[in-house]
């Protein structure tokens, strides 16, 4: 057989980009029809596509945003958009859409406070050392916004990433609403990571308070270390049944929330009797589940990798129902804190409480098999 590569058909790089990002639009937004999304889809991009010969679309970006009279705008630091990242898979380390400027913006005490306020929650900001957490805090400027403003419009290139310190903003995808944020969140953040158009439109609902950042200082501060994150966890979160419930994008949220802990063999996760303070997911290797039995314990069940325990007592809220432990080598387990987990998983409570059946049904085994001893 020949192993000619010169016959090989080149597959060119703009087909590569164009086919790649229309992939990622689609697989965020999960249309129910892919042909009627690939029509729309590919008409949008010809209708915006820009002047031949023009390579520089950064001219227009802001008016994405409405902004007030007197409001702080970014320096014009964006560099030409779109280049072509897309590869076989888009690596961020490759993508040096660096040119070294890093905005920064002098705030009052005041507003500095209320800005630490509304960033304490931000997951993406998570894994952040000090003087990164610093920088972001320094780089970001605040934005007024009046009811019926468009913050940002579905297609257009990324200008700015948004965390919300006030306001009501309604999320729409090809003009179907999907959702709602009300006075916390943040958005906009997937154009600048991914290098794509956006992939939805946010309009204020209500008078609003932002803090942007400019898009060279997310991708030099957070791209890495973001992309990383939840591209780790892609496939963690994609074999768990209980989430195949959560849209692509709240998966992705939920990523930017795990922190990884790993134990050894023998080592205990959780100690029954204890109050609850998250719930973990199987990475790698085996945990023993167990309960108090007179003085010792007895072991119910033993969990491998993509399934989870610790949430019982988060459903509940009742204090931890049995104790778990690291069998058989190191485990690696993805922690989710409390307050993640009722931002994002809360709507899934009736899916879980479906679990305590199972418990008390392995609970009784366990006091049937004891009896019988
Ligand atoms: P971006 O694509 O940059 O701009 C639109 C933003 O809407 C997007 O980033 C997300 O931050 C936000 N958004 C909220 N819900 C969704 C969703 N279901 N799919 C995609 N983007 C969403």
């Known amino acids: 057989m020949s192993t000619d590569s010169s016959r090989r058909i080149q ?52 008016q994405s945003v409405n902004s007030q009279e007197g409001d702080a705008e970014p320096p014009a630091v964006q560099s030409t958009r779109r280049k072509s990242v897309f590869a076989e898979a888009y690596d961020p380390e490759a993508d040096d859409d660096d040119d070294g400027a890093t905005a920064v913006f002098p705030k009052t005490d005041e507003q500095r406070a209320r800005l630490i306020e509304s960033v304490k929650n931000v997951l993406l900001f998570r894994s952040l050392e000090k003087e990164q957490m610093n ?8 934005r007024k ?50 290098n794509m158009p ?18 060279q200082t997310f991708r030099r501060i ?43 063999d023998g080592e205990r996760i959780i100690k029954q009797g204890d109050a609850a303070d998250g719930m973990y997911f199987i990475e790698e290797g085996t945990v023993s589940v167990r309960m108090d039995q007179d003085d010792s314990e007895i072991e119910i069940s033993q969990l491998g990798k993509g399934q989870y325990f610790g949430e019982l ?33 809360g709507f899934l409570t009736d899916v879980l409480k479906r679990n305590i059946l199972m418990y008390e049904q392995m609970f009784t085994e366990m006091a049937r098999r004891n009896t019988n001893l």
């Open 135 to 142: 920088q972001v805090l320094d780089a970001m400027f605040e």
């Open 198 to 215: 956006r992939a939805a439109t946010v309009q204020a609902e209500t008078v609003g308070l932002l803090w942007a950042m400019d898009r």
């Open 313 to 345: 007592a988060l459903v509940t809220h009742r204090p931890r129902a049995a104790s778990v432990y690291a069998t058989g080598g190191t485990v690696k387990l993805a922690f989710l804190d409390t307050d993640a987990f009722e931002r994002i998983l």
């Open 11 to 62: 597959v060119p790089d703009e087909l590569k980009e164009v086919l790649l990002q229309f992939s990622i639009s689609y697989l965020v937004e999960q249309p129910p029809d892919l042909i009627d999304f690939a029509a729309d889809y590919f008409n949008k991009l010809q209708a915006n596509r820009p002047a031949t010969g023009s390579t520089d679309n950064t001219a227009d970006d802001n």
């Open 145 to 194: 916004v009046q009811p019926g403003d468009f913050i940002i419009r579905q297609g257009d290139d990324g200008d700015n990433f948004y965390v919300i310190e006030s306001g009501i903003y309604k999320v729409y995808i090809n003009d179907k609403h999907i959702s709602t944020y009300t006075h916390t969140g943040l958005f906009g953040e997937l154009a600048l990571l991914y």
């Open 222 to 264: 957070l791209l890495k270390s973001a992309f990383k994150k939840r591209k780790m966890y892609e496939e963690l979160l994609n074999s768990v049944p209980m989430l195949k419930a959560l849209q692509n994008y709240e998966r992705m949220n939920l990523a930017d929330a795990l922190v990884t802990k790993t134990y050894e």
